[in-house]
């Protein structure tokens, strides 16, 4: 089934809208818009109806793909349900409508909430301090390795560099050298975690932190998180946890209790905002009492019955967002945590890990499994013993789209070879998972019976396989190349 672009729909002289008559004097609009800025050709937009035009649009949203509609086993992603609850107190007029420039005594009970959820994530993190003004996960990386920066200039020593692990996101060496730090990279162990060794050889008085995501990006916990610790904090170096895989400890255990001194927190993952495809997010940043004053601007402090905001940090390193953070995923995720509470939190946590390893054994010795023993929240395969008959994690990816499931992340992490990265969630219930694991296991029959069906999938979308490669250095622009055409060439 084809789908025509709108511009090939309608006829000259259709129209979706109809305007009331103009009910103010008429000025030229060469009067209102210098000429230079006005165009004095035809444009080709489309012409179409209402009718046209809602079903070509209404028929587009069924093509997409969200976990309303199924599935969505996106590794590293934390791809879970949204509770529509989180959405109706999103939607309370006294929240939607409020504005940031409002004055505090009008903004009551949007700085309660966030104080409030400061209040949580200070709890659930083993934290003494949080900024919720951070919008991503990769802008609390920047916030907190300003931070890092901030106290250790306050100590009479920026140091030079900063560590990570080779499994871990791409954003942490990115936000490292955005704050001015060199990359030193610590290779992972056989087992997937981090080399013991490697890391006290890098560690040394020029280290100013090293950056863990724990679990890490394989899905395994740091067993030697607390000798970790104690090799960094002995050196003066501080401890950054990259928190998106915090969906595996909700009310188990605390990342600061194992000794990391700066958390980011990704509300949209691990507290249910809808996200993908850009936004929207939030990666509030959480730190112990030492590095409390270097936190951004302003704090949502309490004097007595009043919320208020504290500008007054001189060693801050400032305002990093526009007003006070994402305030929308803000309240979801206020939302969430309240309905919630801590013994649901828990469940979350154990639903996550139950549901990724109950994946793990079931697609154990179908697909390569790099790392034995249990997993937390998402489990990594790997697509060994596809290659050896042409077919990549890529071509499986594909393939399951044709089965009804939305692809998982595949070649991350990087140090394993065809990964296939995979992360049900909590939300997902048993049947379902079969019924991913059914198609799974399918496709690895196919690869053995006939593999050109799974290097050439997907077969049954409205876009078949994609050359990626070429989409990047050759983008196709003929619509909007058409249309320039046109405005210049009326």
């Not at 992490?413 to 991913?436: Q, S, Y």
């Amino acid at each position: 089934m084809s789908i025509k672009p709108i511009f090939e729909k309608g006829a000259p002289g259709r129209k979706a809208y109809s305007l009331p008559d103009i009910d103010v004097p008429e000025v030229e609009i060469n009067k209102l818009i210098p000429s230079q800025f006005l165009n004095d050709g035809f444009i080709n937009l489309p012409e179409v109806s209402e009718v046209e035009l809602i079903r070509h649009f209404t028929r587009l949203s069924q093509l997409n793909f969200g976990v309303d509609m199924g599935f969505y086993p996106l590794g590293s992603c934390t791809m879970k349900y949204n509770p529509k609850v989180n959405e109706e107190a999103a939607k309370l007029s006294g929240l939607m409508n409020s504005h940031p420039l409002q004055s505090e005594n009008l903004s009551q009970g949007a700085l309660k909430l966030m104080y409030e959820l400061e209040a949580f994530l200070k709890e659930i993190g083993g934290l003494d301090s949080v900024s919720l003004q951070p919008a991503a996960g990769a802008h609390g990386e920047l916030a907190g390795m300003l931070v890092v920066r901030a106290y250790h200039e306050a100590n009479g020593n920026p140091r030079k560099k900063v560590l990570i692990p080779d499994s871990a996101h791409g954003t942490n060496p990115a936000s490292a050298a955005l704050a001015g730090y060199d990359i030193v990279v610590i290779k992972s162990s056989k087992d997937g975690l981090v080399d013991i060794d490697e890391l006290k050889r890098a560690v040394d008085t020029d280290c100013a932190a090293v950056m863990l995501t724990n679990p890490n990006t394989i899905g395994l916990f740091e067993k030697d998180i607390f000798f970790i610790s104690k090799v960094i904090h002995d050196a003066g170096a501080l401890l950054y946890m990259d928190g998106a895989n915090l969906n595996a400890l909700l009310d188990i255990t605390r990342p600061g209790d194992m000794g990391f001194d700066i958390v980011h927190f990704n509300l949209h993952k691990t507290f249910s905002t809808p996200h993908g495809g850009g936004g929207p997010g939030s990666g509030p940043i959480g730190v112990v009492e030492k590095l409390s004053p270097f936190i951004p601007v302003p704090i949502i402090e309490k004097g007595g019955d009043k919320y208020y905001l504290d500008y007054n940090r001189p060693h801050s390193i400032g305002s990093i967002h526009g007003f006070y953070g994402n305030f929308g995923v803000l309240v979801r995720a206020y939302t969430y945590i309240r309905r919630l509470g801590a013994k649901g939190l828990k469940e979350v946590s154990r639903n996550a890990i139950l549901n990724a390893n109950y994946i793990k054994k079931r697609l154990e010795g179908i697909y390569y499994l790099p790392n034995q023993g249990m997993c937390m929240h998402e489990c990594v395969f790997s697509a060994k013993f596809q290659k050896a008959k042409g077919v990549h994690a890529w071509d499986i990816s594909k393939r399951l789209q044709d089965y009804g499931f939305h692809p998982p992340t595949v070649n991350f992490p990087l140090i394993v070879d065809e990964a296939i990265m995979i992360e049900p969630t909590e939300t997902e219930a048993r049947e379902t998972l079969d019924k991913f694991c059914d198609a799974m296991i399918a496709i690895a029959k196919e690869v053995e019976t006939d593999p050109e069906i799974v290097k050439n999938a997907p077969h049954t979308r409205v876009v078949k396989r994609l050359d990626e490669a070429q989409a990047v250095k050759k983008p196709n622009l003929r619509w909007q190349k058409n249309l320039s055409n046109t405005i210049k060439n009326p």
